[in-house]
């Protein structure tokens, strides 16, 4: 909730899950995100209130992404760089640990900075025991 009373609601209501931008005394005030993609977490506000921290689809519809966009609906921005799974966490939205995963990677978790340069690696999680199956690799379907 902002210092005036407004606050962020996640509704499904245009069919898919996106934020929304509502008073204090709950008129809409913008839709936020929108498209034939879902925000699945939302994560926070920047302190500042300028940006909305969250993941979503938006990439592909069965791996989450993390992105940001501000509060005005404008400048949507993807932070995670390679596809999978990611999930984040931060302390003030300067910084995240993610961890990324996918079927033919082996899970990893690193810490990055918010212009998603990779501070370092937190658990590569080598698996040697991969090397030795052919898993198949997800072909696209877009």
């Known amino acids: ?13 245009s069919g898919w899950s996106h934020a929304y931008h509502y008073t204090a005394d709950g008129t809409l005030l913008k839709q936020i995100t929108s498209g034939r993609w879902e925000l699945r977490t939302l994560y926070g506000v920047d302190a500042t209130n300028t940006w909305i921290y969250f993941a979503g689809t938006e990439r592909s519809p069965i791996g989450d992404d993390i992105y940001r966009i501000k509060l005005d609906g404008s400048g949507l921005e993807r932070l995670s760089k390679t596809q999978g799974h990611h999930d984040a966490t931060s302390a003030g939205h300067s910084r995240t640990t993610s961890t990324r995963g996918a079927t033919s990677r082996r899970h990893r978790r690193r810490f990055a900075s918010e212009r998603r340069t990779e501070v370092r690696a937190l658990r590569d999680n080598r698996v040697a025991a991969l090397t030795e199956y052919k898993l198949s690799t997800r072909s696209s379907c877009r």
């Open 1 to 13: 909730m902002a210092e005036d009373g407004s606050f962020l609601w996640l509704s499904g209501r």
